[in-house]
Nanobody
Framework: QVQLVESGGGSVQAGGSLRLSCAAS????????MAWFRQAPGKEREGVAAIDSDGSTNYADSVKGRFTISQDDAKNTLYLQMNSLKPEDTAMYYC??????????????????WGQGTQVTVSS
C-alpha cells in the first residue's frame, strides 16, 4: 500500500504564498495520476490540482494562475505552490494518488490512496 504524507501547511495572510509537499513511500510509484484536494468545514471535498503520468495538469477554475502542481520523481514527492492566497483557500489539503486510467480529474472515488492532510489557513 502506498503511503502519502503531506507537509508545508500553515497560517498566512491574504496575498501570501505557501508550498505544500507530499512524500510518497511504500509500493511502486507507477501511479496514473496524483492530485491535491481540499475540504473546508461544512463543505464537500473538492479537487484543486492534478498531474498525470505524462505530466499533463489540470486545475480548478478558482486556483488557475495562482497554484502550480509539480512532481520530483527522484524524491518521490509531489508539490503544490500556492501564490496570491485568499481567505477562501482556507481548508485542509489532501494529497491523493490514483492507479486507474480513464477516471475524472477530480472525482475522489477514483483516488485509492490518501494522505492525512495538512491545514492551510489564510487570514484577511
Amino acid at each position: 500500500q502506498v503511503q502519502l504524507v503531506e507537509s508545508g501547511g500553515g497560517s498566512v495572510q491574504a496575498g501570501g504564498s505557501l508550498r505544500l509537499s507530499c512524500a510518497a513511500s511504500g509500493s511502486t510509484y507507477s501511479r496514473y495520476c496524483m492530485a491535491w484536494f481540499r475540504q473546508a468545514p461544512g463543505k464537500e471535498r473538492e479537487g484543486v490540482a492534478a498531474i498525470d503520468s505524462d505530466g499533463s495538469t489540470n486545475y480548478a477554475d478558482s486556483v488557475k494562475g495562482r497554484f502550480t502542481i509539480s512532481q520530483d520523481d527522484a524524491k518521490n514527492t509531489l508539490y503544490l505552490q500556492m501564490n496570491s492566497l485568499k481567505p477562501e483557500d482556507t481548508a485542509m489539503y489532501y494529497c491523493a494518488a490514483s492507479f486507474l486510467y480513464g477516471g475524472s480529474w477530480f472525482d475522489p472515488a477514483d483516488f485509492g490512496y490518501w494522505g492525512q492532510g495538512t491545514q492551510v489557513t489564510v487570514s484577511s
